[in-house]
């Protein structure tokens, strides 16, 4: 019998690896049914990520995909972007950026995810971020009624043993909104974590990269452009092979979860510390008595994950 679609909405900050991760969701329409997305200013500013995830979605040849503009800045602080690792307009890498077509929705992503939640049965949505949690903590300061009505939170954020990319002890999507994270932490829903210690693990090489653009597809050849510039930066920093796709660990974890393996454990984020501000404080060998609060994951099969987003890229 075939299973119904999972309902999903995806927060993004587009970001070449959210590119990746819209093309696997849209790739897959068998196991998902993607509601909307909704855009925050992480990577680069609003209406660059607004306009990114167009572009990515007429790519896909999904231009009726609701896109739905959220908030502009963190709950608390001012915005730091990402710029010195995917470019001015966050897609850097092909020649030429495509003006999108497709419009916004009309509607705010806080007032699309609140009412969402609220019309869907409680325990039927997924909520999969890709970014800063900032349109996801205010939805809950907003309406805190729709909390128990989220299904599951599927989440690339976060480091432990990895440390931090953005500060030593910080993983960029919590540092900045750790204010936002802090709530979602808090929340009580039931939270899959793809932090650093797993992300770092997908590597892009130049084999795979060669696989998408041999697809000679609109996305095959953009994801390919996008990912010779985005291994760059991590190549450089880091002296690995090839750059890690973070955001696409979230949508092949829900449509191949045996690909990952980790541990339920207790996160909580530092709001306070400027030293570590943002840092997920992971008790991963149960020294507190803190009630665990995420599937924190560690390990990926790296080469299954590549064939998953070759096999569903091919099909846009
Ligand atoms: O730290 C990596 C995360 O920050 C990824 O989601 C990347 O797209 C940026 O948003
Ligand atoms: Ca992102």
New binding site residues.
Partial sequence: MSKTPRKIIIDT??????AAALFLALGSPIELDLLGVTTVA??VPLPLTSKNARIVCEWANAADTKVFAGCDTPMKRPLVT?EH??GKTGLDGPDLLPDPKMALQDQHAVDFIIDTLRREPAGTVTLCT???LTNIGTAFQNAPDIIERVQEIVM??GAYFEVG??TPAA???IYVDPEAADIVFKSGIRIVMMP?DV?HKALTTKPRIQAMRDLGTPAGIAMAEMLDFFERFDIEKYGSEGGPL??PCTIAYLLKPDLFQGRLVNVMIETQSDLTLGMTVADYWGVTDRAPNAMFMTEIDADAFFTLLLERLARL
């Fill in positions: 900050d587009p970001g070449q690896d959210d992480g990577n990402a690792v995917h890709l970014g800063p690339m954020g990319n953005i993983e960029f999507n650093l992300t973070h955001d």
